[in-house]
């Protein structure tokens, strides 16, 4: 059964201390690993697509990089906006969207 | 550009009536979902749909129905509701099979 667990729960930041979240991941080959961020009382929304081991993508102070059981969304002189809970979810191959796990989450607060 | 349009926002219903959930995107995807969100939970996928007229079961599908008469509206029914479930949903759409949903705002129910 695939399983995407992501740590810590929460994390607090001072306004520019960087940090990274982490994403680890089960699943019997990987088809692709998604990235998302949620606002309270939002739907998620999409952030990053990483493929293969090694790859990495960037969107202002968010970096996301992808090893062969992990992923890590670094986090660069976050701003209080960056505040949000942010979704890990893996597809395996052979499946389209039917067969996506969502990790639970890491609430991100960024305190100015 | 409205995206996933998802009503109401809000709904307390007693145990053993029944509602629709509406939602309504008007990017001409032709994959639909429905989700719902619990604390501590990632997302589970209850029911999809890969066009109009086909849908099918996702990991916790009993105790609703969906039906997809056209390729822009997927609304999810609720039988007879039930205390267990009382959630967060979330509709989403998407372009492709690949992971990158869109999703909706969300709505809150509340089953007493």
Not at chain 2, 48 to 57: E, H, L, N, P
Not at chain 2, 72 to 94: I, K
Request: hydrophobic letters at 30%; a neutral charge; proline letters at 5%.
């Amino acid at each position: 059964e695939d399983q995407v667990t992501q740590s810590p729960e929460a994390l607090r930041l001072q306004e520019g201390e960087s940090s990274s979240l982490n994403c680890s991941y089960t699943v019997s080959g990987l088809r692709g690993l998604f990235w998302y961020r949620q606002d309270p009382g939002k739907g998620p929304e999409f952030l990053f697509t990483l493929y293969s081991a090694g790859e990495e993508k960037e969107k202002e102070r968010l970096k996301a990089t992808l090893t062969k059981k992990e992923s890590f969304l670094h986090i660069t002189a976050p701003k209080p906006e960056d505040s949000a809970t942010y979704l890990c979810a893996v597809q395996a191959p052979n499946f389209g969207n039917e067969k996506l796990t969502f990790g639970t989450g890491t609430r991100l607060t960024i305190i100015p | 550009n409205a995206g996933v349009t998802q009503t109401p926002k809000f709904q307390v219903l007693k145990t053993g009536q029944s509602m629709t959930l509406q939602c309504a995107q008007d990017m001409n995807h032709e994959y639909m979902s429905w989700y719902r969100q619990d604390p501590g939970m990632g997302l589970r996928l209850i029911h999809y749909s890969v066009g109009a007229g086909i849908t099918d079961q996702g990991e916790v599908p009993n105790g609703y129905n969906v039906s997809r008469s056209t390729t822009e509206d997927f609304p999810l029914r609720l039988l007879s509701a039930a205390p267990s479930q009382t959630s967060v949903y979330f509709c989403a759409s998407s372009a492709t099979n690949l992971g990158k949903l869109f999703f909706g705002s969300g709505t809150q129910l509340s089953v007493l």
